[in-house]
């Protein structure tokens, strides 16, 4: 059986995250795309310009940003519901290229999947929330915890486009696992059967399954290689129902 972790700030399991997440919620889920940023970029602010926002009155925008991880992250500020309307492109080490957004609740990866099929690439969601759920009363404070990887195919596949979903998942006090998809050749089928459900999927193994794929989300040296990263941010009229919070807003939360 896997050991039993305790839990300290900036860890999931015994895994550093990325940042020591510092940057929680956004980092909590971290997209990627396996082309390079410009295409990326690209793409996505075409399919916004053309599809998603002429009924809005505003148009999404595209600028490069310089200098190191925490500053492209921090452009993304303030959060936002009921949707994100800035989007952060990051260029890898390995050729990946990693979405972030500034959503309320973290990092939506929605876009991710679309993404994927429209460049013909594969695609990555990647999530490792530390699980720090405690009741306080008559309340709960923290975080549900949740490790999750879900590879996007270059094509459809059935009705979407995911090749392969792995989750260990604290589902509002109840631990649950799924394995669907096409298993890939660097699973650890064995962990899966776990008498412990939260240890059939943990971070390490997360952070070992990206690794075989070409990705290091944990890393914090893998990400702006060349000093850069692309924000692109919608301008125009915003939603009356738009409303912004500080990252100390929900990191109070936790």
Not at 199 to 212: H, N, S, V
Request: aromatic share 10%.
């Amino acid at each position: 059986m896997a050991a039993r972790v305790k839990t300290q700030p900036g860890y999931s399991g015994s895994v550093r995250l990325l940042l020591a997440d510092r940057f929680a919620p956004i980092t909590k889920e971290i997209g990627f795309l396996e082309c390079g940023r410009e295409r990326a970029v690209s793409v996505f602010v075409g399919w916004q310009n053309s599809i998603v926002l002429p009924a809005t009155g505003r148009t999404a925008v595209a600028r490069d940003i310089l200098g190191g991880l925490e500053t492209a992250l921090a452009e993304l500020l303030p959060l936002t519901t009921p949707r994100p309307i800035r989007y952060l492109f990051v260029p890898t080490q390995n050729g990946w290229t990693a979405y972030f957004n500034n959503f309320r609740r973290g990092t939506d990866n929605s876009s991710t999947r679309y993404m994927a099929r429209s460049l013909g690439c594969r695609g990555l969601r990647v999530v490792a929330t530390p699980h720090t759920m405690r009741k306080q009363g008559a309340e709960h404070r923290g975080r549900w915890g949740a490790t999750i990887l879900e590879i996007y195919a270059p094509r459809e596949i059935e009705i979407h486009n995911v090749l392969r979903s792995l989750y260990a998942a604290n589902d509002g006090g109840r631990w649950v696992f799924g394995a669907n998809g096409e298993v890939q050749p660097f699973e650890d089928i064995a962990a899966y059967a776990q008498p412990r459900v939260r240890d059939r999927f943990t971070p390490e193994m997360l952070r070992d399954y990206c690794e075989a794929l070409g990705a290091r989300p944990f890393d914090d040296s893998f990400y702006m290689p060349d000093g850069s990263a692309t924000l692109v941010e919608e301008i125009g009229r915003m939603p009356s129902r738009h409303t912004t919070y500080t990252l100390a807003d929900e990191q109070a939360k936790f």
